[in-house]
């Protein structure tokens, strides 16, 4: 159980357009669901904890309007790159907690690797 | 600040044994994780350490002193599959997981 997916799993996109990222939650409900970034070589960075119907809170640093993300049902989140650019491509995995009794651990989501052009 | 600090890399041979540790220093404590990365992959779960003392899950364990803000992950026979980078994550008082940058286990035949 507490399967997470993610979809894509790869995309190639040109710089300046948008993409979205979509995280589900198969087999449990997510009360929590977080967005990382990782590139090459280095370790997770969080970007965001988002919350079932409520506004997501963005790391320092994080620009809240050019990654948006939409927490709309306890198993969907999604993360959208809005005018992505070269420097924008990374390794984007979600991670999802479902509450009790297993509160805490994060069940991770296999990743979509972006590329801008 | 928060930190946690794990050796950057480290090497081993098929069959030994090899110990990753893990000093951390967090507000507040809830919980250790250890998570193994695949390169190209996401984490996956390896063990969660909130009481002091040793985990045995198999080929791996896990130990924890909260006095002593210190973990390591022991791995027995390894196996060339274990070459992957082992993180060390920290659930602080706000139950956010302060994450380590990863150690690079390399196995060689």
């Known amino acids: 159980g507490a399967v997470v997916s993610q979809h894509p799993s790869w995309v190639i996109c040109k710089s300046g357009t948008s993409v979205k990222i979509e995280c589900r939650s198969l087999d449990f409900q997510a009360t929590t669901m977080f967005w990382y970034r990782q590139f090459p070589k280095q370790s997770l960075m969080l970007m965001a904890t988002s919350n079932e119907g409520s506004k997501a809170t963005y790391e320092q640093g994080v620009e809240k309007d050019k990654f948006l993300i939409n927490h709309a049902s306890l198993t969907l989140s999604t993360l959208t790159v809005t005018s992505a650019h070269p420097e924008d491509s990374s390794f984007y995995i979600c991670?999802?907690?479902?509450?009790?009794?297993?509160?805490?651990?994060?069940?991770f989501g296999p990743g979509t690797r972006l590329t801008v052009t | 600040g928060q930190n946690i600090d794990q050796p950057t890399e480290m090497t081993a041979t098929e069959g030994a044994i090899v110990q990753i540790n893990c000093t951390y220093q967090t507000s507040g404590f809830n919980g250790l994780f250890w998570y193994q990365q695949h390169a190209g992959e996401a984490p996956t779960f390896l063990s969660y350490n909130v009481l002091d003392g040793l985990e045995e899950k198999g080929r791996f364990s896990s130990f924890l002193s909260r006095s002593k803000g210190y973990s390591y992950l022991l791995l027995k026979e390894l196996q060339m599959k274990d070459s992957a980078s082992y993180l060390c994550a920290v659930l602080d008082s706000n139950y956010q997981l302060i994450w380590g940058a990863g150690t690079k286990l390399i196995i060689k035949p």
């Open positions: 991670s999802a907690t479902q509450g009790e009794p297993d509160t805490y651990e994060q069940y």
